[in-house]
């Protein structure tokens, strides 16, 4: 059905062309494009150019209303010469006094689609009622001083005077608006940024550059009271030509960009069906929209909140434009890019349907990994807080118990000096003492067992090295990094040590090194019955790894490797 | 001898001044905590700063801190550090920086007076004095085999003398051998172990505890 009227249109603008190009030259004084190919390339390719190409848009449902408006464009181009006495007929004559000037206010919608309203509506009153409709009511030629014309159909009074006014109200009103818009359109080029000015020259440039020419065109109309065809209207008609032109060249750019960007989305389509892309679905989508800083986040479900591919917490920055892939309903990811580069709601569509498959991969995915985070990130906690509570409790048995065994074992000696002359009670006073000097030793060793203070003092290095002092069973240390690490990376590594050290029956062998941002560790031991389970869960808590290799003659290795993050 | 006390813990440093008193230690100063002991020390310029390593705020190793700042500012004045570790970190960061006027000891010797005074006299006389404690600790601790195994248990002996910062006459005394016989040992053992024959008695100090720390 559209197709249909589309192709009827597509004829009737040909013709339209022809019949606009035969009158003129039938009487070149009058017209715009008078007899000179100059004027009938101005004239079929401004007008032809603008039809098609909106008839092309509207064909493939593409961009709402530009389609449309686009070809009225070009109509009305064409019309713009059939406001003339020597058309001949009165039907064309008719239509040509009515909407000769409704060109200007069809190209500013299409150009500024739903920006700028206020102006368009002024542009639409000025230029098709005030300059158009309206004195046509009132226009009879013969009596108006135009005795060539054509009767005019929609004739209701002979009111020159009201033509008068209307023409010239209708001429202010049209440069005003026509010459807003046009510095509208420059200004929001200079001021727009990278990807969006990207997206916006093609139409803006040649849109804009045409509106000045019909403010220009109106500006040396308003002397007169009339839009006229004197020389340097005819000139700035040529000129507003070359700007049509470029208009339906803007918009076949664009469309052709699209295209590409469809293309790019086809080409989506096979590349992920089969194997998600390195750097994931952003950087694809990246390209496709067109702007390397495009930002992709997936809605964390029930949580109300955005995270990256990777899990991680996304704030979108106020400056983007966020554009929401939509799927049954419901938002599967939010794309933030530069303003105007997600305009097309069928491009829009495509990406979602083409990725659909993996953007739901990747959503999971981040889901899980988000998940796991908050999993990981919570038995880090607890390992620290365990570790703290311990650290705690180390230094409460040195600062107090110990504190008062040895200030009362300080006293007992005391006492004792006292007591010369009692041999009883000194016997008595030193089995006492020595009671205390046992249980205080058996606290210090508690205390240490409990938390090594040297590891928090001195790092990793001084704390093995103390281990291997009073460990069971000797410990060869190779290489130790002197530098200190967060204490919770510091603990993890200590305690794989210990724990070999501990349960080891003959010797251990112990290296450790940072390279990069992880902290190697490579105790060599006899013993297989080591408590792995504890020690891969205080690795895991730091996104670390616990490997055991078992060697020849009973030996064991294990390999721990912790982020240090330095 | 004149000694500065400094200690948190009230009980403690009263009860260490009086002790020390008794034994005809002359205590000239008390502090409860670093700031007061520095000040103390510049007041009464004592032989020697008896100072517990943990002290407020941070209850960590401030007393460390202390020594050090003493030792720098006041080389006439000794100190004696008091610790509940054993790990010979904490008495090798006072060692190796100030070896000499400076000892460590395990505060559970606190109570034991005649230890007290002696490693007092020593520090006032220049030596460096290190936990018997800690030093068989160093001496016994498992180790693979080593040059250590062939040294015999006399010459043990005279190794953790050596560590524990007594000189040859100390060694004589302690362990009623004539100067020639310590003199002998002490070769011997420098010899096995392969340690320069170091005729500074602090480096010599310093080198034998690097080869049991090592």
């Known amino acids: 059905m559209r197709l249909a009227l589309v192709a009827a249109l597509s004829t009737l603008g040909i013709a339209a062309g022809i019949y606009s190009l035969a009158v003129a030259r039938d009487d070149p004084a009058f017209w715009f494009a008078g007899a000179s190919a100059r004027g009938a390339v101005a004239l079929l390719g401004a007008g032809w150019l603008l039809i098609g190409c909106g008839l092309a848009f509207w064909a493939r449902r593409r961009a709402g209303g530009f ?88 004739l209701v009074a002979d009111r020159g005077d009201v033509v008068n006014r209307l023409y010239r109200i209708g001429v202010d009103l049209g440069f005003l608006w026509s010459a807003t818009l046009a510095v509208l359109a420059f200004v929001t080029l200079v001021r727009g940024t990278g990807a969006a000015r990207r997206a916006a020259w093609p139409l803006l440039v040649p849109g804009g550059v045409y509106l000045a020419l019909v403010a220009a065109w109106l500006a040396d109309s308003r002397a007169r009271g009339f839009l006229g065809h004197d020389t340097l209207d005819r000139r700035l008609w040529l000129a507003q030509a070359v700007a049509l032109a470029g208009v339906a060249l803007g918009a076949g750019w664009g469309a052709l960009r699209a295209h590409r960007a469809r293309t790019a989305v086809a080409r989506l389509v096979v590349e992920l069906a089969h194997s998600p892309p390195p750097g994931g679905l952003r950087t694809v989508l990246a390209q496709i929209v067109g702007d390397p800083d495009l930002v992709l986040a997936y809605p964390l479900e029930g949580a109300g909140r955005l995270v990256d591919a990777q899990g991680r917490p996304v704030e979108l920055s106020a400056g983007t434009t966020q554009t929401v892939l939509v799927r049954d309903g419901s938002p599967v990811a939010v794309l933030a890019h530069a303003r105007g580069l997600l305009d097309d709601e069928q491009l829009v569509d495509d990406v979602t349907t083409a990725s659909r498959l993996a953007l739901e991969n990747e959503r999971l995915q981040a889901e899980v990994r988000a998940r796991l985070e908050q999993l990981r990130s919570s038995r880090a906690r607890i390992v620290a807080a365990g570790d703290a509570e311990r650290r705690r409790l180390e230094r409460d048995l040195h600062d107090g118990a110990q504190q008062r065994l040895v200030a009362l074992s300080l006293s007992l000696r005391l006492l004792r000096s006292r007591l010369a002359t009692d041999a009883d009670g000194v016997r008595r006073l030193d089995a006492a003492a020595a009671e205390l000097d046992r249980a205080t030793a058996e606290l210090r060793e508690l205390a240490h067992g409990i938390f090594p203070a040297v590891l ?19 410990i060869r240390i190779g290489r130790l990094p002197d530098a ?20 080891a029956t003959s010797s251990v062998g112990v290296d450790a090194e940072c390279r990069g941002t992880v902290l190697h560790v490579e105790v060599e031991t006899d013993d297989t019955s080591l408590d792995l389970g504890a020690l891969q869960d205080r690795l895991g808590a730091l996104e670390g790894r616990l490997g055991v290799e078992r060697g020849a003659g009973g030996r064991v290795t294990i390999r721990a490797e912790v982020p240090c993050g330095s | 001898v004149r000694v500065v006390v400094a200690d948190d813990e009230t009980l403690l440093r009263e009860g260490l001044a009086r002790l020390l008193a008794d034994a005809g230690i002359d205590v000239v100063g008390k502090a409860g905590d670093a700031d ?26 401030e007393g460390l801190v202390a020594a050090h700042e003493i030792r720098r500012s006041h080389p006439a004045v000794g100190v004696l550090v008091l610790s509940h570790y054993l790990e010979s970190h904490y008495a090798m960061r006072l060692l190796e920086e100030h070896p000499e006027r400076s000892g460590y000891l395990l505060k559970d010797r606190v109570k034991d007076v005649a230890v007290l005074v002696d490693a007092l006299n020593r520090i006032a006389e220049g030596e460096c004095v290190l936990d018997p404690t800690i030093v068989s600790r160093l001496v016994g601790r498992p180790r693979e085999p080593s040059a250590l195994d062939e040294l015999t248990e006399r010459e043990l002996e005279v190794l953790a003398l050596m560590a524990e910062g007594h000189s040859n006459e100390g060694i004589c005394k302690k362990l009623f051998l004539s100067p020639k016989t310590v003199e002998t040992h002490v070769r011997h053992i420098l010899l096995k172990l392969g340690i320069g024959a170091a005729a500074d008695y602090h480096r010599r100090v310093l080198a034998v505890l690097a080869y049991l720390r090592a």
Request: glycine share 8%; net charge negative.
């Open chain 1, 67 to 154: 389609g449309p408006l686009l070809a009225a464009a070009g109509f009305a181009w064409l019309l713009l010469e059939w406001n003339n006495p020597g058309i001949g007929s009165p039907l064309a004559f008719t239509a040509g006094l009515c909407l000769y000037a409704s060109c200007p206010p069809l190209v500013a919608h299409a150009v500024f689609a739903h920006r700028a309203r206020a102006a368009i509506v002024v542009g639409y009153v000025a230029n098709v009622l005030l300059l158009g409709v309206l004195p046509a009511l009132f226009f009879d030629g013969p009596s108006q001083g135009c005795a060539q014309c054509p009767a005019n159909l929609v």
């Open chain 2, 36 to 61: 007061e002991l520095l000040r103390r020390v510049e007041l009464t310029r004592p032989d020697v700063a008896i100072v517990d390593i943990r002290m407020p705020p941070t209850q960590t190793d």
């Open chain 1, 456 to 474: 928090a003092d001195g790092g990793l290095a001084v704390a093995v090295r103390a281990l291997a002092e009073d460990g069971p069973v000797p």
């Open chain 1, 484 to 503: 200190r690490f967060p204490s919770a990376v510091e603990t993890a590594a200590y305690t794989v040590i210990a724990e070999a050290a501990t349960t």
